[in-house]
């Protein structure tokens, strides 16, 4: 191998544990200590410090003088600004999410395709009732989310293929793994107009998502509602549904200023 491509790799490799590094931090855990953060990753102390280091010279990474625990730094901030003036997403999809779970009084996400399922970018937990918590750190599976199958099931080809070729873990006894299993599910929830998932990614939690477009092939994300697997009647799925619908397109007009939303032809019982 050249030796340009030999240290591309090497630097990917870097990269990569860097990313799985800051990946560690949430809302549970805002502060992390080197030995923690160590055993999180399965790294060695000593690259979890050079790591640290790299990371604190580029202010993606800060210590806390107190306790010497580090916590995510304002370099971040930079970037998420670049990354809102380029895509004004955030602010958007924070008004409609919290509009739909006042309207429906559940857990509501708006998520983005990353490499590997759906990142949280926006969500709202209802004041009462019984909530379903989640970790906006978090990445919501292609094959067993809500989420992750409404983008997979109204993407092109094209990036259905890319998405089908991932490795698909079973997270629950009721995740589909198996290929032309996954494809019925698809093709289901491409004919339902929505996307429904129970037990899948947790036992006890079951959600319906739908995707928004802004102005490519691929949807921008997925608007998804999460609910106590025991209260996903028929009924209520189709309340969800039908209030789903207006958020995305309070988004997308919000985005875009037009809406590709069209009522689905039927709200069927079936999973």
């Not at 549970?28 to 030995?35: D, F, K, M, S, V």
């Not at 380029?86 to 919290?98: G, H, L, N, R």
């Not at 990445?139 to 993407?155: D, N, V």
């Amino acid at each position: 191998m050249p030796v340009g491509q030999q240290n591309l790799g090497g630097a990917m490799s870097t990269v990569d544990k860097a990313m799985e590094l800051l990946r560690q931090f949430s809302l549970e855990r805002l502060e992390i200590g080197l030995n923690e953060l160590a055993r999180m990753t399965g790294e060695d102390k000593a690259v979890v410090r050079r790591l640290l280091i790299s990371l604190t010279n580029s202010g993606f990474i800060e210590q806390n003088p107190e306790n010497r625990k580090y916590f995510l730094g304002s370099g971040f901030l930079a970037l998420a600004r670049l990354r809102e003036a380029t895509v004004p997403m955030i602010k958007a999809t924070q008004i409609v999410s919290e509009w739909l779970c006042k309207k429906t009084s559940e857990t509501v996400h708006v998520g983005i395709p990353g490499t590997s399922g759906m990142s949280t970018v926006a969500y709202n937990l209802p004041y009462r009732g019984n909530v379903i918590n989640l970790r906006p750190a978090d990445r919501y599976p292609f094959h067993s989310s809500a989420s992750g199958l409404a983008y997979m099931s109204f993407c092109t080809a094209e990036t259905q293929r890319r998405l089908l070729a991932l490795p698909r873990e079973r997270l629950t006894r009721f995740t589909v793994t198996d290929h032309d299993e996954l494809l019925k599910v698809i093709s289901a929830t491409k004919a339902r107009g929505y996307a429904y998932s129970r037990n899948a990614v947790e036992v006890g939690v079951a959600s319906v998502a739908m995707p928004f477009f802004v102005d490519a092939a691929d949807p921008a994300g997925t608007i998804a509602i999460a609910v106590p697997d025991m209260n996903l009647t028929a009924d209520h799925r189709a309340t969800l549904v039908k209030n789903m619908q207006i958020a995305v397109r309070k988004l997308e007009f919000a985005l875009t200023g037009t809406s590709s939303v069209q009522a689905p032809e039927h709200t069927d019982q079936a999973g």
